[in-house]
C-alpha cells in the first residue's frame, strides 16, 4: 500500500493568501466609499454657495426691475426682506452683502459687485454665493465660492 505525504503548511498558506486578498479588496472599497462621501459632502456646500449667489442675482433683478433702480448711485435694495444700502462710490463700483437663511436656521453669505458700464444705466454684476454666513466669512476655513455675473444693457 502506498502512503500519502500530508503537507499541513499548504493549508495555512493558502489561507493566509486568501485572507489577504479579501481584505485588501475591503479596504480598496472602503477607500472608494470615503471618498465618495467627501465628494458628496462637497457637493452639498457648493449647492448652498450656488443658492446664496442665486439669490443675489435675483436681488438685483427684482431691484432692478421692479423697484426701478438704475444702479448708478449708492441707492438702497430690499433683499430677502431687509433693506440694504449699497456701499461705494457713485458712479464707480459699487457692492452689497446679505446673507441668505436656510430653513433650520444656515446662513450663507450672498455678495454683490456693481461695475458701471462704459454707456450710461449699464453695469456689469458679479454675484458671489458663500456656503458660510457673511460674519464668520473672514475667518472660515473650507469656504466654497460659486459666482454668476450678468450685464445689464438696456437702462431703465
Not at 443658492?51 to 444702479?71: M, P
Not at 446662513?107 to 456689469?124: E, F, H, L, W
Request: glycine share 8%; charged share 15%.
Amino acid at each position: 500500500m502506498k502512503t500519502i505525504k500530508s503537507s499541513p503548511g499548504i493549508a495555512l498558506l493558502l489561507a493566509v493568501l486568501i485572507s489577504s486578498l479579501a481584505l485588501s479588496a475591503s479596504l480598496g472599497i472602503f477607500a472608494l466609499l470615503f471618498d465618495q462621501l467627501a465628494f458628496a459632502g462637497t457637493a452639498h456646500e457648493s449647492t448652498a454657495a450656488f443658492f446664496a449667489a442665486n439669490a443675489a442675482a435675483e436681488c438685483v433683478y427684482f431691484s432692478h426691475y421692479i423697484d426701478k433702480l438704475s444702479f448708478v448711485t449708492t441707492e438702497q435694495v430690499r433683499c430677502n426682506g431687509a433693506t440694504i444700502s449699497i456701499n461705494g462710490d457713485d458712479g464707480g463700483e459699487r457692492w452689497f452683502t446679505f446673507d441668505v437663511e436656510y430653513l433650520g436656521g444656515r446662513k450663507s453669505c450672498a455678495q454683490v459687485n456693481i461695475y458701471p458700464g462704459s454707456d450710461a444705466g449699464s453695469n456689469t454684476f458679479i454675484m458671489r454665493g458663500n456656503n458660510v454666513s457673511c460674519a464668520s466669512l473672514s475667518g472660515a476655513t473650507n469656504v466654497i465660492q460659486r459666482v454668476i455675473e450678468t450685464r445689464n444693457v438696456v437702462p431703465l
